[in-house]
């Protein structure tokens, strides 16, 4: 394939039957690999094209109202549920930082690996998730003086 395919295309090729994909940039043992793997039987998706179709597999339980079930598939760390409560709250990294005693940076990267379980894109969209599932009740409130 000559780039990696958008998340719709990825499902619909395995909805036609393709059992192995391989990238432009395959070295040939990849190549090589690839096509022993499926003459046997087995399935192969490339790293890089994993995620989107995670991706896609997540979109499409949130269209077909499957929330619930994908809530309870998608394992989320404490620390991660506590960055979630926060950012429903309004907080920013900064803010979420201070009051769970981690480094910004930290705070980032829980962001970061949230967005990407949900297959959400901002933090927007993961605050409104977060209150359309009653998850926005796990951050304590802030005191007016603790906020700068």
């Known amino acids: 394939m000559d780039l990696v395919p958008a998340h719709a295309e990825v499902v619909e090729f395995v909805r036609a039957g393709v059992a192995g994909f391989i990238l ?59 960055v979630i409560g926060h950012i429903a709250a309004g907080r920013s990294n900064k803010e979420i930082a201070s009051e769970l005693n981690i480094a910004v940076y930290t705070v980032k990267s829980h962001v970061h690996n949230i967005l990407e379980k949900l297959a959400l894109h901002t933090r927007l969209e993961l605050a409104t998730f977060a209150h359309s599932q009653g998850l926005n009740k796990k951050a304590p409130p802030q005191s007016p003086e603790d906020r700068d």
């Open 24 to 82: 432009k940039d395959a070295t040939l043992r990849d190549f090589l690999h690839t096509i022993r793997s499926v003459a046997k039987g087995v399935k192969i998706l490339p790293p890089p094209m994993t995620g989107s179709l995670f991706s896609q597999i997540v979109e499409h339980a949130i269209q077909g109202g499957k929330m619930d079930k994908l809530l309870s598939a998608v394992r989320m760390t404490g620390r991660e549920q506590d």
